[in-house]
């Protein structure tokens, strides 16, 4: 009798401190996630602290919105951005540190492409990164005036001679610079317009890329994701419930697309 008493308080504390250490894993994992934007935006700061406060271009590299110029990342790496703060550790259940560090070198399915590109964990918002709607680039640290391009127009400054109306520029406290990759594989970003209602339709957590690994979002509460960490051009970082979230992604670009 005795014995069964003891089996069962053991029980009920087990019970009771499960929820309390998976809670407190997780905010080490949120923790550690910020601490990462916060070292990439300090390296993006040197960086344009050597350029008249110009952020580093992306041109047009890869496909996917966390392709980083081979030469971009070398040069943060060499200031001081350890290869392994490029990776959110939200992911870290299905990719360890081997297969990161692979990705750093631009692992595809033919096996590694160095001198190419750095694809890294998390979303960028450089100029000219590729499948990203232009809008929500960063040329500097200062941010500048927004155009939207008329419904049908291409992206750019202007179209036919005519410039694009403009927003006023957005304080750098608000203007995302990089973000947690929450990423699906079906949103109509892929195919053109968007549905936000049916985003828990969509799959989150099985994307389709070049590394024999599939991708998949980070910070998932089950199989959708429960939000991602974002650092402003201020360098100060928030965090964004998933259902606050937007689809960043040119419409019929082809590719998966990234939200924040």
């Not at 110009?54 to 890869?62: A, D, T």
């Not at 450089?126 to 200062?142: D, E, G, K, V």
């Not at 419930?241 to 992604?249: E, G, T």
Request: include cysteine; charged fraction near 15%; glycine fraction near 10%.
């Amino acid at each position: 009798m005795e014995l069964l008493t003891v089996i069962t308080v053991i029980g009920i504390l087990a019970a009771l401190l499960l929820p309390v250490l998976s809670k407190a894993r997780q905010r080490a994992i949120l923790a550690k996630c910020q601490n990462n934007l916060h070292q990439l935006s300090l390296a993006f700061f040197v960086y344009a602290g050597d350029n008249k406060a110009s952020l580093p271009s992306s041109g047009e590299v890869g496909n996917w919105a966390w392709d980083l110029n081979w030469d971009v990342g070398n040069s943060m790496n060499q200031n001081g951005m350890e290869w392994k703060s490029f990776y959110d550790p939200g992911t870290a259940s299905r990719f360890d540190d081997k297969m990161n560090y692979d990705l750093w070198n631009c692992w595809h399915v033919v096996g590694p492409s160095p001198n190419s590109i750095h694809i890294v964990g998390y979303a960028l918002t450089l100029p000219w990164t590729t499948s990203t709607i232009a809008t929500n680039w960063n040329y500097s640290l200062t941010p500048g005036p927004i155009s939207y391009p008329p419904a049908g127009a291409p992206m750019g400054a202007s179209y036919k001679g005519e410039p694009y109306p403009e927003m006023p520029a957005p304080v750098p406290s608000d203007r995302p610079l990089a973000a947690c990759a929450t990423l699906d594989q079906t949103a109509p970003g892929n195919s053109g317009g968007y549905d936000y209602a049916q985003r828990y339709e969509y799959d989150w957590t099985d994307i389709v890329g070049g590394y024999p690994v599939h991708s998949t979002s980070a910070h998932l509460k089950g199989l959708f994701p429960e939000g991602g960490n974002i650092v402003m051009l201020d360098g100060h970082s928030i965090w964004r419930n998933f259902d606050l979230m937007s689809d960043r992604v040119i419409p019929g670009c082809g590719q998966p697309a990234f939200w924040w």
